[in-house]
């Protein structure tokens, strides 16, 4: 069962990064069939199983023998890993995985353009309002504070507001105290990626996958940071 797991959640990766990477080239459409990048050839369906076929071709385009990125089959794997673990893990709910495949595109997006579609994020944003255990009170809270904290960042640019809104959305859903362990458990992330993969200071940094980082890291271990917040 967990085959199949993984293989719906590599899907799901592998759609986001077909319509992810089709934003940077204008002449495919999101509704045409797939292509080789290299020699342009329609690619049959047998060769778009995700990430079983990737290692079948060993990497390579069928036609041409181009080199597929590797990126992709990367994406997928890890795509699917965590669907599977999101699954089994103790707190699984219809609802955490929809919003795990919302953050997983909005992180395949950011990943690859540095931006995110507007009406992905405040989609997510308005489900975290209406799924929101907050009253009345804390929810204008927390929006109050998201729209000082954009002006405050179109001032002086610090971190992008697409990550704004989504930790604002955190806050929406979990409350303020696990708001702020995702958060945490995000940067710890992003400087372990910044110092296993020596980050060039001059490139810009990709947030939003580590936020959805460590809202599964939050998800997975939600037992233990529930004891820790009830403590």
């Not at 909005?106 to 309002?129: C, E, K």
């Not at 204008?140 to 809104?165: E, H, K, V």
Request: charged share 10%; aromatic share 16%; net charge positive.
């Amino acid at each position: 069962m967990i085959i199949i797991y993984v293989l719906i959640g590599a899907s799901f990766a592998s759609w986001y990064c077909c319509i992810a990477t089709r934003k940077e080239q204008p002449k495919q459409t999101y509704s045409s069939r797939s292509r080789c990048d290299n020699c342009h050839t329609l690619i049959p369906w047998y060769d778009l199983v995700p990430i079983v076929s990737f290692f079948i071709l060993n990497g390579k385009c069928r036609f041409c023998k181009a080199v597929i990125d590797y990126r992709l089959a990367f994406i997928e794997i890890v795509g699917g890993m965590n669907f599977a673990l999101i699954l089994y893990s103790y707190s699984y709910t219809p609802t955490l995985i929809l919003i795990y495949l919302i953050l997983f595109c909005l992180s395949i997006f950011d990943y690859f353009s540095l931006s995110v579609p507007n009406l992905i994020l405040y989609s997510l944003f308005a489900l975290s309002l209406f799924l929101s255990p907050l009253n009345v009170a804390s929810l204008l809270l927390g929006i109050t504070i998201s729209g000082l904290l954009l002006a405050l960042n179109f001032r002086q640019r610090i971190i992008g507001n697409a990550d704004i809104i989504l930790i604002v959305s955190y806050f929406n859903l979990f409350g303020i105290t696990a708001c702020l362990i995702i958060v945490f458990c995000s940067c710890i992330a992003a400087l372990l990626c910044i110092l296993i993969f020596n980050w060039d200071s001059n490139k810009k940094i990709p947030f939003i996958p580590f936020l959805t980082a460590g809202y599964l890291i939050f998800i997975l271990l939600s037992p233990l940071f529930r004891q820790f917040i009830t403590n």
